[in-house]
């Protein structure tokens, strides 16, 4: 079958920040990514995806049958964000930005003016494959919901929690060690890490607020051993989160 026109586009709407806000909607695409998505409990409002995908995951997607239309490759393509989409794409409820608690032996990350959305979706994935369940960001941090972020997850997005809010209050209000990363601090392969805590990362540009340094119980730095001026923040964030975890 073929998209409608009104469909089609409602989907390129869905590209914009504004009109998900509105709506409270967004857009999952690709096929790692779906199936990442119907086996988690974000809810889906409709599946467009063509037929030799359905076929090879028929006994996970036949459940989603009532939301599933079965759609060419060139329609997926047409309303798609991505330059191509042979695979389908998935129009799913936003949640609901729900406050997260700090428990006992564990480490979340804190993401402070992470501008660019590639790379909150690498920081996203980065996360899952550490076993951070938990990132909280500021205001000014890219959104969650922008489908670079989603597809940059790799499908992690369906299992990190993201929580938007003002990091100055929320940080204000936190009993567990702020471990800040910096051009000068601790050496990230020696300091000795706290089974509890934030990960604080700054953005691409400026690096941590100054308005949140008095937040900072630790500063780690990854040591430079060439001659590049500085490392990506999702870059920086897996080798900090390496360190951790080898603790």
Known sequence: MSISKNTGKFIKSLHLKKYRKEEGLFLVEGEKSIIELVQSDFEIINIYITRSIYEKYRDILSKYDTIIDIVEENELTKYSTLE??????????QKDNTPISINDKEIIVALDDVRDPGNLGTIIRTCDWYGIKKIVCSETTS???NNKTISASMGSFARVEVYYTDLNNFLNNVQV??????LNGSDVHTFNYP?????????????????LEKYVTDRITIPKYGNAESLNVSIATGIILDNIKRC
Do not use: H, R
């Open 84 to 93: 191509f989409n042979d695979t389908g794409i998935a129009i799913v409820k």
């Open 195 to 211: 089974n509890t805590g934030i990960l604080l990362m700054g953005s691409e540009s400026n690096g941590i607020n100054k308005d």
């Open 177 to 182: 060690p702020i471990i800040g990363a910096y």
């Open 143 to 145: 959104d969650f919901y």
